[in-house]
């Protein structure tokens, strides 16, 4: 089992819609959760992170966290072509401290 | 004020030589990490830095990866006997560090694509 798998794609969502992109991971005990957004050629950048259950909204992002479930997500509202990407969950804290994890990473295409 | 930087940003040699990748931190940030990253993979972490010594080096695959800090700042990646198979993005990120669990905000810099022909 892969310690932190994100929901396989490529996704694709019309103009508008909501995307949603999920995550699950292994380590019981971490305590910090992040999105990053990747353009092709480009580094990791971050767009949210969340520490504790609940929802997390930022704009047009919202961050969603259940612990007990292992379960981390992100949606995006009113989706633009702009925010076609690869989205990576990272996982950070508990018994791998301050490094990150990430998932396999999802791509997101948003068409007209 | 200026991001994480990195050089090269490429880098090509050939199978066996000896590679040296630098890393620029955000000035501030004691805190220092780097991965690397496979076609189609997200980051693989390699080594943790936290001030000069490395806190975590669990992610070197194996004898022929080095990292070093010696001042706090600057860090070089260093990879001798090069193999084909060592042909990534190798990304660069710095944090504030000084926290448990891990909730620092880590900033990547844009990478350096090593080929190893």
């Known amino acids: 089992q892969k310690e932190v798998e994100q929901n396989s794609g490529p996704l694709s969502v019309p103009e508008g819609a909501i995307a949603s992109l999920n995550c699950t991971y292994s380590?019981?005990?971490?305590?910090?959760f992040f999105w990053y957004r990747q353009y092709s050629g480009k580094s990791p950048e971050l767009i949210m992170s969340i520490y504790s259950n609940g929802d997390k909204e930022d704009g047009r992002f919202t961050a969603q966290l259940n612990k007990a479930s292992q379960y981390v997500s992100l949606l995006i509202r009113d989706s633009q072509p702009s925010d076609s990407a690869t989205y990576l969950c990272?996982?950070?804290?508990?018994?791998?401290?301050?490094?990150?994890?990430f998932g396999q990473g999802t791509i997101l295409t948003v068409h007209p | 004020g200026a991001g994480v930087s990195q050089t090269p940003s490429n880098k090509v040699t050939e199978k066996g030589k000896y590679v040296e990748l630098r890393c620029d931190p955000i000035s501030g940030h004691t805190a220092l990490y780097w991965y690397r990253q496979s076609l189609g993979q997200g980051p693989e972490f390699l080594i943790y830095f936290q001030g000069t010594g490395a806190a975590d080096d669990s992610g070197l695959p194996n004898d022929r990866f080095f990292a070093v800090r010696p001042e706090g700042s600057v860090s070089t990646l260093k990879i001798q006997r090069t193999e084909r198979g060592d042909s990534a993005v190798y990304l660069c990120?710095?944090?504030?560090?000084?926290?448990?669990?891990?909730?620092?905000?880590?900033?990547f810099g844009p990478g350096t694509r090593l080929t190893v022909l």
């Open positions: 990120a710095s944090s504030l560090g000084g926290t448990s669990g891990g909730t620092d905000t880590q900033y």
């Open positions: 990272a996982v950070a804290g508990g018994t791998s401290y301050g490094k990150l994890t």
């Open positions: 380590d019981r005990v971490s305590q910090s």
